[in-house]
Each structure stands twice: as C-alpha cells, then as structure tokens.
C-alpha cells in the first residue's frame, strides 16, 4: 500500500526538523540560513515525493537533501581559497543515502548538533521572548500563528521575533557548541526553561487538532538526558528530568480512543508507564541529594508535585494537603499567577471551593490571564461544587471561545452541555 506523501511529510518533518537544522547549521554555521535550507529540502519533498514516491527514509532523504543544498551554498558564495577547509569539512559530514540512519539514532554524534543549536538558541546575546519563540520554531516545528496563540501575541510579532533572533546569532557570529565551564553554567537556565517549554507543547499542545504531541515529548526528554550527562552534579537537570519522565508516565491514559482528552481525575492509572515514574522517583531523589534536603528549586519542587500523583493509587488516595503545601513552596519560589492557578485547583481538594474560589477570583484582573482558558475552566468547576451551575456554564463557554487547540475545545463543549442537560434534569 503506497503511503500518503504529505502525511508522511508532516509527520517526520515535526519529528526530525530539529535533527536536520542541527546538522545543517553545523555545516554553513548559520542557524538561520540552515533553517532557510531545511525548508527548501522540504519544499523538494512536497514537489518530488508524490511524483517519484515516499523514500524508505523519508528523515534521512531531507537531511541529505538538505545538507547536498548547504555544501552548494558554501561553495557558490564563498571562494575556494577561503572556504575549501569548511567544503573539505562539509562534505565529509554529508548523509550517505546507506548511512542515512545516523539522522534517527540519538546515539550518534547528531544529538550533540541538537544540543548545540539548542544552546546556540539560548545564547545571552538574544532576548527571552526571542529564545522562546525560536526554539519553539527550531524543536517544535511550529509555525508563528501557532506560537503566537501559545505566547498570546500577535503573529506579526513573533514573525519579529525570530527573524530579530536569527539575525542576531547570525551577526553576532554564535558558534553552534555545547559551552563549557562558566558559559554553561550561565546559560543553563535558559536552556532548562526553553527545554520544558518543548515538553509542555508536547504535553499539552497549545493549538491544533490532537492535544498531545508524543515526539515533542520525547525530544524533551531526550535532551533533558543529555544535559543530565552533561552536567550530572547539577540539581535543577535532574529535577526537570525527573519532571518531565513523571509527566510523561501518564501519557497513554491522557487521551482516549478517538484522540479525545481525559483528565487526570479520569484516568486509567493502570496506563500509567511505571517505568517512567521508577525513572521519574529516581531522578527526584537524586535532585534533592544534589540540592539539599528541601530539593528547593523549581522544577525539583514540581517533580514532586508530580510524584505525589505518581504514587497516589487513586484521585481520592492523592495528599492533597501535601500538594497544597507544595504548591505554596513554588509560588513563593516563583511567583506565577499560573502557578497559583494550579495552587487553586489543589486547594480546592483539600480545603474545599469556597477557599478555592477565593484564590481564582483574585486572578481575574490579571493581565497574563486575560485570555488563559484554564482560568474560567477552574472557575466553572469551583461554581458547579458550589452549585451555582449557571455561573459555571457561562464560565464554561468563554473557556471554550479562549482554547485554541480543538481536542480541548470540543472537550470543554461537551462539559457545558452535559452541564446545561444536568440542570434541565434537576429542574
């Protein structure tokens, strides 16, 4: 059976457009210019692949195409006396058609290129809001109308943004390398926070027709195992590991057969990937050795958030005073009206709605959650445990106009008219 070529596109460009940028800015030491150059081995595939059929390794054919387009770039430009070590260089990295494997395998020396763009993303010499952006276009494959609904920005914005970042690392000259000594240690934060930022799109996709995207997970993950390599006596890379392998333990029971959302509250905890939560409980603990006894940093202290769940056998099991306390510790530690939204949701567990509600309408006049759908989506559950239903709908419909991912559109539609024929019912 012949394969759709533009699925097959798609899927393996989300999949392996980091790998192949990566490979390609090793090879022309622009991080712009190699993603110009991915995109026309993309433009390549969307013109030959329906014609000629889909290659047996569609990933390995772009990075070849691709870096075939980087080493003619390089000797086009540039003269043969200044550039010949670079072409020398270039050609001896060029992809093989029988060694074309190496572009999946994380074990070889690719991953090391991944690493090095995402640190050359996160260089000093660009802005946060630029780091984020870019890196969500580099390692999550989005475009910019799908960044700037996340971001809550303009497109137009955005498209600023990273054009500004990839001229700037251009200009600047940034070297695509994994830093050492002080510099890495400087730049680190920057790299852990756009690292989970990938992992949370994948976790739950910010637009888009499935909630969850499995290969941004996983590359997240992959990365995260790679700096904890790295730099293995550094608290904070072990407790976002540990984060991100607690999160992702439940992934299989977050949705259900149709791709449609289940929250945690429905969750088949038997799906739960216990050797992601053996993995995840391991990297916490070695986390808070390195960190001390309070485990004080923040993605520590959201892994072990996380890790309460993974060892609860059930929602009604789960210390949901323990959360709270929790909880309070990362809002102290970093302040975020998203985290004290989570805060409420625990809160609401363990002290009841009433206090629950209390902390949610305090955020209603917050500029960053203006337009957050999850705020009106707690508040509506808080309103039906209070039994104002009618409250709790109209909560229910603005959270449904906000999302931007339609899994959890249709998600929060069904929850407003299973709660409009609840009230029919009662009445």
């Known amino acids: 059976m012949s394969r759709d070529p533009f699925a097959v596109l798609d899927a393996v460009w989300r999949a392996e457009s980091a790998r192949i940028v990566a490979g390609v800015a090793r090879v022309v030491r622009d991080v712009g210019l190699a993603e110009e150059l991915a995109h026309d081995a993309l433009v390549a595939a969307l013109e030959q692949w329906p014609a000629e059929g889909v290659p047996d390794n569609p990933g390995a054919w772009l990075a070849s195409t ?4 980087a080493i003619d770039t390089i000797r086009r430009e540039q003269t043969f006396a200044r550039k010949a070590e670079e072409v020398g260089r270039a050609e001896s990295l060029r992809v093989e058609p029988d060694a074309a494997d190496v572009v999946a395998d994380p074990t070889r020396a690719v991953g090391d290129d991944v690493l090095a763009l995402l640190f050359a993303a996160c260089h000093p010499v660009l802005a946060r809001e630029a780091r984020v952006a870019l890196t969500l276009r580099l390692f999550g494959g989005l475009t910019t109308d799908e960044i700037a609904r996340g971001l809550l920005v303009a497109s137009t914005t955005v498209g600023q943004r990273i054009s500004r970042a990839k001229k700037r690392l251009s200009t600047e000259g940034v070297e695509l390398e994994i830093p050492a000594g002080e510099e890495l ?42 700096l904890a390599a790295l730099m293995p006596d550094r608290a904070e890379v072990h407790g976002l ?48 050795r390195l960190g001390g006894s309070n485990g004080s940093d923040p993605y520590t ?127």
């Open 66 to 69: 691709a870096r075939r387009r």
């Open 185 to 226: 240690t400087t730049r680190l934060g920057a790299v852990l926070e756009v690292v989970y930022l990938v992992f949370n799109e994948g976790y739950t996709a910010t637009a888009g027709a499935d909630w969850l995207r499995h290969d941004l997970c996983d590359e997240a993950m992959r990365l995260g195992r790679r």
């Open 241 to 288: 590991l540990a984060l991100m392998e607690l999160q992702a333990s439940r992934l299989r029971a977050r949705t259900g057969p149709d791709g449609e959302p289940v929250l945690l509250a429905d969750q088949d905890r038997g799906r739960w990937d216990r050797l992601l939560i053996r993995r995840g409980l391991a990297g916490l603990e070695r986390a808070r």
């Open 301 to 427: 202290l959201q892994a072990a958030i996380a890790a309460e769940h993974a060892r609860a056998g059930s929602v009604d099991a789960t210390d949901w005073a323990r959360l709270a306390e929790l909880y309070g510790d990362l809002s102290a530690r970093v302040p975020s009206p998203v985290i004290e939204l989570n805060r409420a949701v625990v809160v609401g567990r363990a002290s009841g709605p009433e206090a629950a509600l209390a902390i949610v309408d305090g955020l209603r006049d917050e500029p960053a959650l203006a337009r957050y759908h999850l705020l009106p989506a707690v508040r509506a559950d808080l309103l039906v445990a209070l039994g104002r239903t009618d409250e709790a709908a109209g909560e229910l419909d603005r959270a449904a106009e906000l999302a931007s991912n339609e899994a959890e559109r249709t998600l929060l539609r069904r929850r407003l008219e299973d709660l409009r024929e609840s009230a029919l019912g009662s009445g």
